[in-house]
């Protein structure tokens, strides 16, 4: 059974990062990819971006240009979101999933998903 | 972006009755060399993760109850719960992967009356 284990909660000042990671087991991390998603308090569902881990591509959200940067590590069949500049804004849930991509490598449908990382930014 | 328009925002259904959710793209996520609608359903309970219900707009993921179907092309979709359970109060999304700048509805909030 494959699951997506994320980091733990994160607190975090403005203008700094945070990194959080989501290790894969269960399954080929290389046959997926991996998408990150996130949920401020009490709204909806905002996609960030994914990355293609066997081919090391990734693509982010217009929205979060700049300051995301999707990495993966196959050797170890983890993934990591790292957000930067953070603002009061930024504090969520930010959740990693699973997504098949087909033979253009384009990622479609999350079918797995993590529990979810809480990042709270306050001063 | 394409924007993806859930209604209604949220409402509430006797048991056993049926639940319909609509979403509209703001341009049609139907990919016409394979036929296929690039959309997919997910269903959100308080305090956990999204779970995938639907994709390719009408295929049931596996596990999820046959009371859960989805219909529709191109830029109009439809969710419909047949005769729903106490457990399917829940908050429902649909998400375009047509663009390479994925897109959710706002979702929609299911409760019982």
């Known amino acids: 059974q494959v699951q997506l284990v994320q980091s733990g909660a994160e607190v975090k000042k403005p203008g700094s990062s945070v990194k959080v990671s989501c290790k894969a087991s269960?399954?080929?991390?290389?046959?997926?990819?991996i998408s990150w998603v996130r949920q401020a308090p009490g709204q909806g569902l905002d996609w960030m971006g994914g990355i293609i881990p066997i081919f090391g591509t990734s693509n982010y959200a217009q929205k979060f240009q700049g300051r995301v940067t999707i990495t993966a590590d196959t050797s170890t069949s983890t993934a990591y979101m790292e957000l930067s500049s953070l603002r009061s804004e930024d504090t969520a849930v930010y959740y990693c999933?699973?997504?098949?991509?087909?033979?253009?490598?384009?990622?479609?449908?999350?079918?797995?998903w993590g529990k979810g990382t809480t990042v709270t930014v306050s001063s | 972006d394409i924007v993806m328009t859930q209604s209604p925002d949220s409402l509430a259904v006797s048991l056993g009755e049926r639940a319909t959710i609509t979403c509209k793209s703001s341009?049609?996520?139907?990919?016409?060399?394979?036929?296929?609608?690039?959309l997919a359903w997910y269903q959100q309970k308080p305090g956990q993760p999204p779970k995938l219900l639907i994709y390719w707009a009408s295929t049931r993921e596996s596990g999820v109850p046959d009371r859960f179907s989805g219909s529709g092309s191109g830029t109009d979709f439809t969710l419909t719960i047949s005769s729903l359970q106490a457990e399917d109060v829940a908050v429902y999304y649909c998400?375009?992967?047509?663009?390479?700048?994925?897109?959710f509805g706002q979702g929609t909030k299911v409760d019982i009356k």
């Open positions: 998400q375009q992967y047509y663009s390479t700048q994925w897109t």
């Open positions: 341009q049609s996520v139907l990919y016409t060399s394979n036929n296929n609608n690039y």
């Open positions: 269960g399954a080929t991390f290389s046959n997926y990819a």
């Open positions: 999933a699973r997504a098949h991509y087909d033979s253009q490598r384009l990622p479609y449908y999350m079918d797995v």
